[in-house]
Structures are given as C-alpha cells and as structure tokens.
C-alpha cells in the first residue's frame, strides 16, 4: 500500500510535498494509517485531534492516544476540546452536523493563524461508497451521487483510492496500533447501518463492489461536467444583474429550455428550497410573489427572479441622525456628503441641492414606511411613497431597501431616487447645501 500511495501522491498530489499540512487525526484506524504513510513519505505535518466529550472517559482516551501518536511520530500536535452537545442545542443541530461544524471552523483557525496550506482527511473508498448510498436514501440530485472531492479547496483525501479492507491489513502487517470508536458498531446512525447491514449484502453480490462503484462515480462525474456545462450557458444568457440586493434572472431563458424545472432546480439547488414545484410556478407568477427557503428567498417581479440572501437583507429599524456640522455620513446605501454650493449645478438622481435655511437638524435617515408621504420635485401635489416606488417599477427587494432623508419628519429626499419639491434648493436661494451619495 505505500507503493501505491507514494505513487499516488507523486502523480495525482504532488503539491502536498511542498507545503505545510495539518492532517485531522480521530485515533481510529484510517487517520492513524494516513499519519503513518505521510510519515514514511517525509511529508511536512502536524496533528489535529478534536476531543467532542460525547463519550466519557473514552474520549480522553483517545486524546491520550493522539498525543502519544504525535511523540512516536515526532509531529506537532494540536488538541482540542469542545462541549459538542451545547452547541448542537444552541444552533439545533444534529450531533454529527455540530462535531462537523465544529471540528472544521477549527481547523480553518489553525490553517489561517499558523499558515497550514492543507488539511488531510482519511477519508476512503468504502466512506466514499456510504456517503453516495446515504444521498441516493435520502433523495439528491446528480451532484450527491458524485462522490467524495479528493480535493475541494484546500480539503485534500489522499485515501480516497484506498479500501478499509487494503487500511486495516497495512495497519496489521506493520503492527499499527489505533483506536477503536464504540460508537461505530452503533445502528443508531444511518452511516453505521449501511456499513453494518447494507454494504456487506452488496459486496456478497459482486466482490469487485468498490472498482465498480468508482467506475460508475467516473461516469456520473463525466455526466456532471456536461449538466454543468450546460447550465453555465443558460445562467450565462439567464443573469440580467448582480448587485448587493442580489442576482436577477430572466424567466424567458427558463422557459426556452426543454425542463424548466431541471434547470431551475440545478441552479438554485445549493440555497435551501425545497418546494420545487413553487420555484417552478414562479416563471408564470405575478410579480411580487416569492418562494422562500430558510436562507434565501426567490421573487417574481415583471419578467424576473430575483434570488436574495435572506441573511443579508434583515432590515432594521435603525436610523442615522446628522448634525449640521457633519460633512459626509457613512450609510448602507453608501457615503453621503454635504458640502455648501454657491450655485445649482449637476443635479442628479445621487445629487441633490436644498435650501438649508429650510432645514431642522439633526436631519435623519431611515428606511421608507407606510403613510410616508412628499412632493416628488417638479411637482406640485402629495405622492405616497408606497405609489411613487410602484410607479417607478421597483422591485419588492429594491423596495424594501429605499432610504429617505428627512428633517422633523419631513421627507427632503428619496436617496438616489427623487427630491422633495418644498426643500429644493431655487435661483435665489442664499445657503444651498449640496448632499451627494457615492
């Protein structure tokens, strides 16, 4: 197994022999074996063990192990501790999806403050194998039936070629001590159960299981680079805009596609929803209908989607108070400046002149709100805000992001948008404030 694994690094991953590498070391057979095999390569790594407390005395025993491993290897190690089950009931999490989060929020810490360029997992073929039969349960697209990366950014699983069978025997046959995890002979965990009960049967069926199954993640992978090939198209023809209110879309280039709601689905698969039926309504929905996930939602608006990040759209009710010695306001929107005039030149939506002496400090800006109400500039009468953002054809998500400034309520202007008619700045007017938004 060395021969092949030196092999297998010299052709495949040449670039971990000359950088600094953090290998992820549990105690059990398979991160134990690969610190062994990068040993023999005289590859340059560290240890990083997480102790997750979810197994008693048992867990600190195989933090001892580790270290222990780390002298007899003569590497740096790094342990440590975490209280896995408050963070799962703080962020509701499973137990798995918490030691994940946080065994690699971790090891980012590591890599970034002491300059690690990789972190080996020992991930293998027979893990490969379940993770594909736990997707195809589960319900996937063709993406989760694709296999482990061995490298996915700077995440690199030299063993993902090698077997538990081909594991085990190098770890025997150079006398290889290592931990054993009680909890893997547990059913409780889906993983557990197909190793246990599910994969033993297929490998009855066809002793060449694991050649088969990399045969067919060849094939998927293969397939997987024509859908992504062609998705890269209908995006390429489909995004109108990117901007900090999100990307919008062209509901015409769905619809010229043979399967709407394939494409739809492989584009927006990796942001939460769920209802995909819903997303597919969208294309023939009025505007302002919207398809929400628990991260992200979609909305309909004239002849487009929108997709927003809900996590960076919370509209609060904060608002920004500007005395008049102040000369520029850094906001969301951008910076304001306020700079005196001595003539009205260059008005423009991100340029507005206004009477100063018509002005009460501190002027404030906020958010538009129902009942707000002005005096569109060049206009005589009232217009609800609410009817002008409509007539403008914004959409929902421009909406909701429309900041007015205002003196006692009043509002002066509609930022980037309009002016109010009774604080414009006129001919004779004696202290012009220019107020521009960068």
Avoid at 199 to 217: D, W
Avoid at 399 to 422: P, Q, Y
């Amino acid at each position: 197994m060395l021969k092949i694994f030196k092999k297998h690094i010299d052709t495949n991953l040449v670039f971990l022999r000359e950088t600094r590498l953090l290998i992820a070391v549990s105690g059990g057979i398979d991160s134990v074996v690969l610190s062994y095999l990068c040993k023999e390569l005289e590859l340059d790594f560290a240890l990083a063990h997480c102790n997750f407390n979810l197994r008693g005395e048992e867990s600190n025993a195989d933090e001892e192990f580790v270290l222990e491993l780390a002298e007899e290897l003569d590497v740096e190690v790094f342990i440590q501790n975490f209280d896995t089950q408050t963070y799962a009931d703080e962020h509701k999490r499973s137990i798995q999806m918490a030691a994940r989060e946080l065994r690699y929020d971790w090891f980012k810490e590591l890599e970034e403050q002491l300059n690690y360029d990789y972190i080996l997992t020992a991930h293998h073929a027979d893990d490969n194998l379940e993770t594909f039969l736990i997707n195809f349960t589960r319900g996937t697209g063709l993406n989760g039936l694709t296999g482990i990366p061995e490298v996915n950014d700077n995440i690199v699983r030299p063993l993902l070629q090698f077997s538990r069978e081909q594991i085990e025997a190098y770890a025997k046959e150079n006398s290889i001590k290592w931990r054993e995890d009680s909890s893997n002979s547990s059913r409780k965990y889906l993983r557990n159960k197909l190793r246990h009960e599910v994969v033993p049967i297929l490998k009855e069926i066809n002793p060449q299981l694991l050649n088969s199954f990399q045969s067919t993640l060849i094939n998927l992978n293969d397939t997987a680079d024509i859908v992504e090939e062609s998705l890269n198209a209908v995006a390429k023809r489909a995004i109108t805009n990117i901007d900090d209110n999100g990307v919008t879309y062209k509901v015409s280039e769905f619809k010229k596609v043979n399967n709407p709601k394939a494409y739809l689905f492989e584009m927006f698969k990796d942001f939460g929803f769920t209802e995909w039926n819903d997303v597919v309504d969208l294309l023939d929905a009025q505007s302002g209908k919207q398809v929400l996930s628990n991260t992200h939602r979609l909305i309909k608006h004239r002849e487009f989607l929108i997709l927003t990040d809900l996590r960076h759209s919370e509209h609060s009710d904060e608002s920004f108070f500007i005395n008049d010695k102040v000369s520029e306001v850094k906001t969301p929107l951008g910076i304001l400046f306020f700079d005196e005039a001595e003539a009205i030149v260059n008005s423009s939506k991100s340029i507005v002149f206004v009477d100063r002496d018509k002005l009460s400090f501190p002027l404030e800006l906020r958010l538009w709100k129902e009942g707000d109400v002005f005096r569109p500039l060049g206009m005589k009468g009232k217009k609800k805000i609410s009817k002008y953002l409509k007539d403008e054809k914004l959409s929902l998500v421009e909406k909701e992001n429309t900041w007015v400034l205002t003196s006692e309520g009043n509002i002066i202007w509609v930022v980037g948008m309009r002016a109010d008619e009774c604080f414009r700045a006129k001919d004779k007017t004696e202290d012009i404030l220019k107020i521009e938004l960068k």
